[in-house]
């Protein structure tokens, strides 16, 4: 809850500040995993998912803009061929979800044409648990897991994107947050995952400005 109340204080505080900035909301898909150094055959699919946030653009000067942001991002992995409940060939699918903070700068490089990189901070709310699909057997089941201080309360990712304006109002993007920090603090024994985990996410949306 801390956590939340913070980052809407600190949308407010950017709306306020920025107040002749245009605002806007975007959203669409995520291809999420995580990059360790488990064994090749261990290694699954990437797990498709969703974000949805809000943002705003600061002007520059010239061709270079300034667009800090707020995404609620759903985030995780799929793996196979898992040690999990005895069975050695479980499939599972784990959910993590992050309240990003990126803020990227932008280059506008040929007129519809944008270019993106920047920092990216990621707080993790659900700190002490993890959601796990899993399909043993045929059967599938869906449990969260109690794991204590296991997952990291930080993530911090470097964006980097392309835009391209459809409308005055519309960009359809494309990015990739490439993870620089371990989402583990140690061994995670339930589906053998190491702390070399770390997140990888592609994202292809759409942007809307709406003041």
Known sequence: MKK????????????????????????????????????????GRIKPSYYIGV?????????????????????GDRYRNVDFKDDLNARISTTLNYLNIPIVAKYRVWREFTVLCGPQLGLNINRN???IKSEIGGKTT???????DLLRVCDLS??????????PFMDVTARYNWGLTHALD?????????????NSVFQLGVAIRIF
Request: proline share 3%.
């Open 4 to 43: 939340i109340v913070l980052l809407c204080a600190y949308l407010v505080v950017m709306t306020t500040a920025f107040a002749q900035s245009p605002i806007g909301i975007k959203g669409g898909f995520n291809g999420a995993s995580m990059i360790s150094d488990l064994p090749d055959e261990f290694k």
């Open 55 to 75: 943002f705003t653009e600061i002007d520059l000067g010239g061709k270079f803009e300034l667009q800090p942001e707020l995404v609620y991002s759903r985030q």
């Open 129 to 131: 648990e993890i959601d």
């Open 142 to 148: 869906h449990e969260i897991y109690e794991i204590g």
């Open 158 to 167: 470097l964006v980097v994107g392309l835009e391209y304006t459809v409308l």
């Open 186 to 198: 140690s061994d995670f024994s339930l589906v053998k995952m190491s702390t070399m985990a770390k």
